[in-house]
């Protein structure tokens, strides 16, 4: 079964930059389609960025230009990397990886731990 282990999260300011990095575990990367996740107490999970098998990204409007997602298939990790950041980025953001080759095709079947970010004003 395939394992995400997430890493990297921190309280920053407002306008300070993070990285995620998200170990996987048991398969290799490039066979799944790839995101991140995050969430809010009391709202539900809302993806943020994905990338797929076949390379191609996308990202939620709100991160798009801040945010770019990215993979080491060698090493196995998926990245995260935030600029920017806001306050409203605050969140726990999990890892999640599904064998398919796009972003969209199919939900997510393995989910990390998450890691907790939190942007101060």
């Known amino acids: 079964e395939v394992q995400l282990v997430e890493s990297g999260g921190d309280a920053v300011q407002a306008g300070g930059s993070l990285r995620l990095s998200c170990v996987v575990t048991r398969t290799t990367p490039g066979g799944h389609t790839m995101g991140w996740s995050r969430q809010v107490p009391g709202n539900d999970r809302e993806g943020v960025a994905c990338?797929?098998?076949?390379?191609?990204?996308t990202y939620t409007d709100s991160v798009q230009g801040r945010f770019t997602i990215s993979k080491d298939n060698a090493k196995n990790i998926l990245y995260l990397q935030m600029d920017d950041l806001r306050p409203e980025d605050t969140g726990t953001y999990y890892c999640a990886a599904v064998r398919a080759r796009s972003c969209g095709t199919l939900p997510y079947n393995y989910w990390g731990q998450g890691t907790q970010v939190t942007v101060s004003s």
């Open positions: 990338i797929g098998a076949d390379g191609i990204t």
